[in-house]
């Protein structure tokens, strides 16, 4: 880790009400410029590798929130991630990660095959059965937690059923590869399905392969860099095809992964694909004045909640705000506080459950203050975090990700 960067905190604060731990807990020590201060005081040999200073770096959720209003660029989340990944460097991985991140997550036909039984275990009513008689509670509180997020699942991952190549309708204006992201696939599959078609409607001609792997997010979370590099190099080789205008995501994750490609691994190939990589929402933006024509009337009171990939890391914040507003009879209305985290934060909502229900309570609120009947965002971390929440506790608002609220209007 570079030293400067962690000697850029000029402590000023400015970075504390944004973030969301520092928010519930008023702590130093789960505050971004204590989190500086703890790696810096590290580096300098002033404080030793003990098990609580990791339990207080583990707090940070890299929502990069602190990023966004640090005035000299530093980047909390970032530099505990870049810690987490130096400290795991060269060690041996436990078993459950190296199943899940060498094993699982590069081998998108493995990963479906393991969600089979998941998907039996809902077809077949047993999920309905379970939750019912609460059969959960008797496990341990990660696997209930994880079923709890677990929604229906789509007859088939997007992936196998999707044609690798589809077609301009009427003349073609470019070539997009589109990045369908392993959630995207196997969870929100209309979502991509949807995100597809405005694609091939406005002109372009969409390349899915069906070898692309995982972004590499998960590996970075966990701090497998080497894991992280070989998925980007796999990613960057099949991408590279001259006639791609754009690469494409749905996925506010896999997007601000994909777009560091050019840093992980610095050749041409991946700073000319990082270069590629647009956030669906930038996209469609682009062709706002064409879209607008196509869709039609829906009498929904919505609201926009931005993902921290798509708003903190990637800087996209006017483009999904304009989409919505083009559907005709919909009237939105602005979430207070729509950048701060909804506490999904990858695994963070499953190993983090307390913090980050107090976290998705805050964003509950804000929601529920607006009145709407939906929320729209654009990362499937947000959605699987926010439709729980909804769920549970505001039951008639549904949440939906921007390319389907966009393919509703354009079908109703
Ligand atoms: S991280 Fe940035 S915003 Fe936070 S205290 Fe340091 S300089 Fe100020
Ligand atoms: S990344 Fe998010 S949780 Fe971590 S220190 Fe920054 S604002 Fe706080």
């Given amino acids: 880790m570079d030293y400067i960067k962690l000697i ?10 944004t973030c969301p731990t520092y928010k519930e807990t008023f702590l130093e020590t789960a505050s971004p410029r204590g989190r500086v201060a703890l790696l810096r005081k590290l580096r300098e040999g002033d404080l030793d590798q003990s098990d609580r200073l990791l339990t207080y770096l583990s707090f940070c959720l890299d929502c990069q929130a602190c990023a966004t209003a640090c005035p000299c660029g530093v980047n909390a989340g970032e530099l505990v991630a870049e810690f987490t990944c130096e400290r795991k460097e060269g060690k041996r991985m436990g078993f459950m990660e190296d199943m899940v991140l060498r094993k699982l997550l590069p081998h998108p036909e493995r990963l479906e095959t393991f969600m089979v039984p998941i998907r039996f275990y809902q077809r077949m009513g047993l999920q309905r059965l379970v939750r019912t008689l609460g059969i959960l509670k008797m496990f341990p509180k990660p696997l209930e937690r994880m079923e709890g997020l677990l929604p229906d699942l789509p007859e088939k991952p997007l992936r196998r059923v999707i ?9 073609t204006r470019g070539t997009i590869g589109f990045f ?3 959630v995207m696939s196997l969870i929100f599959s209309e979502a991509s399905r949807a995100t597809i078609n405005l694609l091939t409607v406005l002109g372009y001609r969409v390349i899915t392969p069906k070898n692309q792997v995982c972004c590499g997010a998960p590996h970075m979370l966990a701090g497998d860099k080497e894991g992280l590099k070989t998925t980007a190099r796999k990613n960057v080789d099949i991408f590279s095809r001259p006639d791609l205008d754009f690469i494409v995501t749905d996925c506010g994750g896999c997007g601000a992964e994909l777009k560091k490609y050019s840093h992980y691994l610095e050749d041409a190939s991946s700073v000319l694909f990082s270069s590629k990589v647009r956030d669906i929402s930038q996209v469609l933006a682009m062709h706002a004045d064409e879209l607008k024509l196509l869709l039609k009337p829906l009498l929904l009171k919505m609201t926009f909640h931005d993902s921290c990939h798509i708003a903190h890391s990637q800087g996209i914040r006017k483009e999904p705000r ?3 507003r083009l559907v005709p009879g919909l009237t939105y209305i602005e979430l207070e506080n729509a950048d701060a985290c909804c506490g999904s934060g990858g695994t963070y909502n499953i190993e983090k459950s307390e913090m980050a229900d107090l976290i998705l309570h805050r964003k509950l609120d804000t929601i529920r203050a607006t009145g709407a009947d939906a929320v729209v965002t654009g990362n499937p971390g947000c959605l699987l975090q926010l439709k729980k929440g909804l769920m549970d506790h505001l039951p008639q608002v549904k949440i939906m990700h921007l390319t389907e609220l966009l393919a509703k209007s354009m079908n109703t």
């Fill in 180 to 182: 369908l992201g392993c």
């Fill in 163 to 171: 044609k690798e190549d589809m077609q301009a309708r009427g003349e």
């Fill in 8 to 17: 850029n905190c000029m402590r000023c604060g400015m970075c504390l009400p």
């Fill in 322 to 324: 304009d989409l919505i």
